[in-house]
């Protein structure tokens, strides 16, 4: 099947960001560009109508790089005080202005596991193509998707539409060898194919949406993709979700130099602590006030949920039904076009993707009766 008999094509009920600069039909590095296969290849993906940057495109500082340096050089005391292009964020701050605890005790279990987790080698430019390439393959999607790398992210990496094109954009510093394929899983074989289901569906539309009364993607979506990052390893710890998860909680009543001395006691790499800090503290312009960015708490609540609910819920038909929480899995059921949906390798036996998430519950320590007292 071509992609390009999938048109109109939508990512969601809304302008697809899932985090995003190099293959596919075009592999970008930067400004150089090798051609893998003809551009023609590429669906064609109308623009969103809106004329506004995508979400986590506003909330970057533009002096992202100046602010870094000065908090550096102060030996971790400066508070920075960054500045952006979108001179109007209060809507989209006020959304995720709120912080949740519903999960602390879990990652305070789940955290101490940080320093002990390594992604082994940061692999050079030509392995990470190749991989790419590979897992392309696999999904049956070479020549979908253009793939850029980046140093400039303030994730590991990110899938939007970008020029009416598929594009993923992966982190040059966290492209390491056990974690490149778990990536790809998160961003291909969950975001990418879910939103070419998506784009099947009678519920494409963000007014079908509104008027079937879905609700809302984004945990459900952000839940599997997270749980597909570690679906493959040997200890699938969830550290980066309950990181983020902590991070933020504790962003909304400190400071940003606060944060940054209070995580040391699970993450000594100041720059890793820096990243993380400045997700919690996205859109604050005085980060010496209390204040965070909540969005990333979805990873793990996602995460919590799914795990839940997991002997109830069928993955394929979720993935097939595209951008919807599983709580609307069943009375979407009777509407759904799924003759042309696309599920990943990964999915296919369902025995042992079972298994495997039963062996995430158990390395995270967590059980089915705390789920349960938990999400009733």
Known sequence: IHFIQLLPFSFGHQPMSHRTKGTSAAVQDGSRAGVIRPATSLPHIPKASSARPCLLVALRPTNLQQERERFFQSEFTYEPQFEYEEAELSTVLDKYREASDLFLQQVTEILPYFNFMTGGNVLPKSQVWAA????????????????????????????????????????LSGARQHWLEGMLRHEIGTHYLRGVNNSLQPWASSERRKALGLKGANPTEEGLASLHSVLLRKQPHLWRAALLYYTVHHAAAMSFS????????????????????????????????????????????????????????????????GKVSFEDMERLRPLATLSRTRIPHFMMDTDRYQAQLNHILASNELSDAELQRLLP
């Open 132 to 171: 790419v390439r590979k897992y392309l393959q696999k999904e049956g999607c070479v020549g979908e998707v253009v793939v850029r790398l980046s140093d400039e992210l303030l994730s590991q990496a990110v899938m939007v539409v970008e020029n009416c094109r598929p594009t993923l954009t992966i982190n």
């Open 258 to 321: 606060q944060l940054f001395h209070h995580i040391r006691r699970f993450v000594h790499s100041p720059d890793v602590r820096w990243e993380y800090c400045l997700r919690a503290k996205r859109g604050q312009t005085d980060t010496s006030r209390p204040g965070c960015f909540s969005k990333d708490q979805v990873y793990l609540d996602g995460i919590l949920r799914i795990l839940r609910h997991r002997r109830a819920i069928d993955f394929q038909l979720l993935t097939a039904l």
